[in-house]
């Protein structure tokens, strides 16, 4: 099983979102269920639960529990198994990371771009590597605009889009390194307008070099298809 938080006013109940397929455990495709109920804590959680788990209904309560629903609410695990094969369920398909699939782009938080199948992203979800804010109108006046007058800003912003398309070019990526005898060149601000593009840009989203190995993959990952902008190369010497 595997679950998300996600926040809701609706009342603390269990109930079925839809259907999933494809979703990986072990090196096998799984066929389940997507669940939601509240928590205890009051979050809202959605829940995978692979179809063999809805006939051990006692240990999928326990399952249940142990992820936050409170124990009253697994009495109406009954109603809930009677009613999953309902056609109204909406069909999710998993996909095991972010990036592009067929003609649909998922980000790192779950949110799909793109008309085509419902999409399920498995694993962990990164709220933080996205946090979108603002308006495109604002964007194109306060970023693009000013953007136009200066040739790095302008790469910058090429760069990103380009990183998104390079799957349907079939050109392999690659780096692009700033750098500069001067300080105040304006290398930051470059990367703070090519992040600005899909993601969260301050000083403090940047990611740097002297990340641990396991966060670099995690990076890596969050920013498949896209643009992953690296801050103070420095680092990179000095970290052990």
Known sequence: MAKWKKESKERACIKVVGTVSDWMENGQACFGLLLSF???AGERVQMFVRRSELAHPKRLADHLVDAGLPRHATAELGDLIAECDQSAND????????GWHTNQYVWPDGDVIGE????LLQGNRSRSARHVAGSLKGWVRSVATPAR?????MMGI???????????????GGIIHLTSTESGAGKTLTQLVAQSVGR?????????W??????CEELAVE???????????ARLAAAP
């Not at 007058?149 to 800003?153: A, G």
């Not at 969260?200 to 740097?208: T, W």
């Not at 992953?228 to 190369?233: A, F, G, K, Q, R």
């Open 38 to 40: 509240r928590t205890i």
């Open 91 to 98: 069909h999710y398909a998993a996909v095991q990371g972010p």
């Open 158 to 172: 090429s760069m990103s889009l380009a990183a998104y398309l390079l799957r349907d070019t079939r050109v392999e």
């Open 200 to 208: 969260r840009a301050d000083r403090l989203s940047l990611a740097h």
């Open 149 to 153: 007058h200066s040739t790095p800003m």
């Open 116 to 119: 085509g199948k419902k999409l």
């Open 210 to 215: 002297d990340a641990t190995d396991t966060s």
């Open 223 to 233: 920013h498949n298809d896209g643009l992953l902008v690296l801050d103070e190369i």
